[in-house]
């Protein structure tokens, strides 16, 4: 079974600051990893897909890299609407997904 | 427009039985996977389980097999997730997604149903 591994738990950020997340995968996942914002009482949004992707109507200050076991959510300039939880996801065994433990963005 | 619409949120008392829903619309039902996700008050998405409407083909994770269980009603292209005798930890919000084969992530998501278990 692959183990997504996030950090750091929490990153205190303010407005207009660059974040950096990152997503640790404990064997190879390919390029298969997607990564989520979630916000309090919200479903979770998809940002990324396939590790680079830009999901429909993301903007393009949130990038993101990586392949193998090692992955980077970038967020260029904080808006204020980015402070949120973000989540790493694989796809496990067919048709299963596995889900990291998160990333806690908030205000400093 | 593609939507995922849930059952309402659920009190319930430990050993009750619980049935909650996720009807599909704007898009062939029997096409995609439908699957259930967990999240515990202040903790991480946990992937639960799937069904294939096509064929009712069922898959759990291993730490949910035989907890709830996973269904479909083609006919009234809705799904649910089941429990037979609830527990104070399965206190949580549930939301369904859909996804086709070969997908790699999870772009349509529930609104979210929040089951609370308490005596």
């Known amino acids: 079974e692959i183990v997504l591994t996030q950090s750091p738990v929490t990153l205190s950020l303010s407005p207009g600051e660059r974040a950096t997340l990152s997503c640790r995968a404990s064997?190879?996942?390919?390029?298969?990893l997607a990564w989520y914002q979630q916000k309090p009482g919200q479903a979770p949004r998809l940002l990324i897909y396939d590790a680079f992707n830009r999901a429909t109507g993301i903007p393009a200050r949130f990038s993101a890299s990586g392949s193998g076991t090692d992955f980077t959510l970038t967020i260029s300039s904080l808006e204020p609407e980015d402070f949120a939880v973000y989540y790493c996801q694989q796809r496990s065994k067919w048709p299963s997904f596995t889900f990291g433990p998160g990333t806690r963005v908030d205000l400093k | 427009e593609v939507q995922l619409v849930q059952s309402g949120a659920e009190v319930k008392k430990p050993g009750e039985s619980l049935k909650i829903s996720c009807e599909g619309s704007g898009y062939s039902f029997t096409n995609y996977w439908i699957g259930w996700v967990r999240q515990m008050p202040g903790k991480a998405l946990e992937w639960m389980g799937s069904?294939?409407?096509?064929?009712?083909?069922?898959k759990y994770n291993p730490s949910f097999e035989g907890q709830v269980t996973i269904s479909a009603d083609r006919s009234i292209t809705t799904a649910y997730l089941q429990w037979n005798s609830l527990k104070a930890s399965d206190t949580a919000m549930y939301y369904c997604t859909i996804y086709y084969y070969g997908s790699t992530s999870l772009d349509l998501w529930g609104q979210g149903t929040l089951v609370a278990v308490s005596s």
């Open positions: 069904i294939y409407p096509g064929d009712s083909n069922t």
């Open positions: 064997q190879s996942v390919s390029s298969y």
